[in-house]
């Protein structure tokens, strides 16, 4: 009988192993297909992996310790861009890992890879851009030191070029 991975809870490196994630995702969360996530062909449909790549993303930035989303000085971060290649449905019920990293960034930005995991399998791919900015959302700001710490200590993160 597999082992029980906990439901939206940050996974340990070893509970990424039971779920067969390869060890170069340094962070991920687990959690199952709801019925209200299900398009007409009985898939979780493409709205949901975004939500999933959404709630992956936050506990991500609270556990690198990127954002409280509380504090007054919180860094304003926005996403520019998303790509998603879906590579295999998923359905009702399934149990999923969705996973994240960092791989590079530049004075204002960084690029987070994403990918989604069942029994080891890739579901679906994503990267997105991320921006830091001024409080009003106007303009780019530049990295805090300590996002740019975070995403290298933990991920690896490379400067752009």
């Known amino acids: 009988m597999p082992v ?6 940050t996974l340990s490196p070893g509970a990424l192993a039971i779920a067969k994630v390869p060890g170069d995702w340094p ?25 999933w790549l959404e709630n992956v993303r936050i506990a991500y930035f609270m556990d690198y310790g990127i954002t409280d989303y509380v504090s007054e000085d919180r860094p304003t971060i926005v996403m520019r861009n998303l790509e998603i290649d879906f590579r295999e449905p998923l359905h009702l019920a399934e149990r999923y890992v969705v996973t994240a990293r960092s791989v590079e960034y530049g ?13 080891g ?11 830091t900015t001024t409080p ?10 300590g ?6 200590t933990r991920d690896g993160a490379r400067p752009r070029g």
Request: aromatic share 8%; net charge negative; hydrophobic share 50%.
């Open 107 to 119: 004075r204002s930005s960084w690029r987070m890879e994403n990918a989604i995991f069942r029994d």
């Open 4 to 9: 029980p991975l906990p439901r939206f809870d």
């Open 147 to 152: 996002i740019i710490e975070a995403i290298t």
């Open 27 to 51: 962070f991920g969360i687990a959690d199952a297909v709801r019925f209200n996530e299900l398009d007409v062909l009985n898939h979780a449909n493409n709205a949901a992996y975004v939500s």
């Open 136 to 145: 009003d959302g106007r303009a780019a700001a530049p990295l805090r030191p």
């Open 121 to 131: 399998a890739v579901a679906a791919t994503a990267t997105c851009i991320l921006v």
